[in-house]
């Protein structure tokens, strides 16, 4: 998920790093608040993972503060050590604490996609959150949200396929399309015209490089209403209506193929090592 609430304070907020499942690269998306006019934009970046150091440098320690993420270490110059730990970090930690730094991989990054520079609506936001990477890891699962603050998104969200490797992009609105022809049909709510609703996607289908699964809601005034589990099939663009009441997540057959990454690292108190924190 994407935490906005410091936006106006801090001007810019990223979104977390997912990184492949062949872990060759990252990607992350940059939120930047304009003050003057109260929008949000968002642009996509993919960051190749640089060579490992070599065997000589992984034997080197490398006391440089960049690397150490503790604020309750402190660097002894008098005698030239870490305080709190008898462990330096490696030049390989070292590296590893910058790889995964995007304020230390500027110059490496590579934009992908940009949303909301031409927008001109007062107060307008657009957001993009990658989800996770195909199973192949050729392809990138990305939530694209777009509306004016305290009036609610512009008519429903959307998701974008983006494959890193080659740059491309691929907006899909055919579910949307779906979702309300099989809604409007059944004639139990208000048209989807005429609400705001919104699509979750969720991931990809295990073991699979083209279908994805995504929940969708509606919003009235008074309560939201579930709108269905989904499957869509980004080659064919057909859609299928898994069910049309909630699922546990776990009973879905949902992949878990990139991982999140948090770019801290960190001093292991049991151990004495310093290591990267990161979780899928």
């Given at each position: 998920?994407?935490?906005?609430?410091?936006?106006?304070?801090?001007?810019?907020?990223?979104?977390?790093?997912?990184?492949?499942?062949?872990?060759?690269?990252?990607?992350?998306?940059?939120?930047?608040?304009?003050?003057?006019?109260?929008?949000?934009?968002?642009?996509?970046?993919?960051?190749?993972?640089?060579?490992?150091?070599?065997?000589?440098?992984?034997?080197?320690?490398?006391?440089?503060?960049?690397?150490?993420?503790?604020?309750?270490?402190?660097?002894?110059?008098?005698?030239?050590?870490?305080?709190?730990?008898?462990?330096?970090?490696?030049?390989?930690?070292?590296?590893?604490?910058?790889?995964?730094?995007?304020?230390?991989?500027?110059?490496?990054?590579?934009?992908?996609?940009?949303?909301?520079?031409?927008?001109?609506?007062?107060?307008?936001?657009?957001?993009?959150?990658?989800?996770?990477?195909?199973?192949?890891?050729?392809?990138?699962?990305?939530?694209?949200?777009?509306?004016?603050?305290?009036?609610?998104?512009?008519?429903?969200?959307?998701?974008?396929?983006?494959?890193?490797?080659?740059?491309?992009?691929?907006?899909?609105?055919?579910?949307?399309?779906?979702?309300?022809?099989?809604?409007?049909?059944?004639?139990?709510?208000?048209?989807?015209?005429?609400?705001?609703?919104?699509?979750?996607?969720?991931?990809?289908?295990?073991?699979?490089?083209?279908?994805?699964?995504?929940?969708?809601?509606?919003?009235?005034?008074?309560?939201?209403?579930?709108?269905?589990?989904?499957?869509?099939?980004?080659?064919?663009?057909?859609?299928?209506?898994?069910?049309?009441?909630?699922?546990?997540?776990?009973?879905?057959?949902?992949?878990?193929?990139?991982?999140?990454v948090s770019p801290k690292v960190?001093?292991?108190p049991s151990t004495g090592q310093w290591?990267?924190?990161?979780?899928?």
């Amino acid at each position: 998920m994407l935490n906005l609430s410091q936006l106006t304070k801090q001007k810019q907020v990223r979104s977390p790093i997912m990184l492949s499942p062949q872990r060759d690269g990252y990607l992350f998306a940059e939120h930047s608040f304009f003050a003057e006019t109260r929008q949000t934009v968002a642009e996509l970046y993919w960051v190749p993972i640089q060579e490992q150091p070599s065997a000589q440098q992984q034997g080197q320690l490398a006391p440089t503060r960049y690397a150490i993420e503790a604020k309750q270490q402190k660097y002894n110059k008098k005698q030239r050590r870490w305080g709190g730990g008898s462990h330096q970090p490696s030049i390989a930690e070292q590296h590893y604490g910058s790889v995964f730094d995007p304020d230390r991989q500027r110059r490496f990054r590579k934009r992908l996609y940009r949303v909301g520079y031409g927008d001109n609506r007062l107060k307008a936001f657009h957001t993009l959150v990658p989800v996770d990477f195909s199973a192949n890891g050729e392809a990138v699962l990305v939530h694209y949200r777009t509306g004016v603050y305290n009036t609610g998104l512009k008519s429903t969200s959307s998701f974008l396929i983006v494959r890193p490797h080659t740059g491309q992009v691929t907006r899909y609105n055919e579910l949307q399309s779906a979702i309300r022809s099989y809604w409007d049909a059944q004639g139990i709510m208000a048209p989807l015209d005429t609400v705001a609703w919104e699509l979750f996607p969720l991931g990809w289908v295990q073991g699979s490089n083209r279908d994805i699964i995504v929940d969708a809601w509606a919003y009235d005034t008074k309560e939201r209403q579930y709108l269905g589990v989904w499957r869509f099939d980004s080659q064919s663009e057909q859609s299928q209506l898994l069910s049309p009441t909630e699922v546990p997540r776990e009973q879905l057959p949902l992949a878990q193929n990139g991982w999140r990454v948090s770019p801290k690292v960190m001093l292991d108190p049991s151990t004495g090592q310093w290591r990267r924190l990161g979780a899928r």
